[in-house]
């Protein structure tokens, strides 16, 4: 793996904020990137609420209610394929 080249000024920056929160620099990396990768799950799931809310709610009911039996739900299932076409602006 090829070594991470960084300016000497992140490089401070995270060595302070390391030093701040009493961990190793990896340990507060690692910290920093679970983090993001939080955040990014978080956006992700407002996005698809707005989605959803930005349906029409009679489309909601008729989603949800179709969708509440078993075989609605999985992977390649009745929902995941309504909901990607719905978001596509198809039928």
Do not use: C
Not at 15 to 40: C, H, K, N, Q
Not at 54 to 71: C, D, G, M, Q, Y
């Amino acid at each position: 793996m090829t070594p991470l080249q960084i300016s000497d000024e992140l490089a401070q920056e995270i060595w302070g904020e390391a030093e701040t929160r009493g961990l190793p620099v990896e340990d507060f990396l690692r910290s920093v990137i679970r983090r993001e990768r939080t955040l990014a799950d978080r956006r992700k799931i407002e996005q698809e609420q707005a989605w959803w809310l930005s349906l029409p709610l009679r489309v909601r009911k008729n989603i949800t209610s179709l969708t509440s039996s078993a075989a609605g739900w999985g992977e390649g299932g009745w929902y995941s394929s309504t909901a990607d076409k719905l978001r596509a602006g198809s039928d």
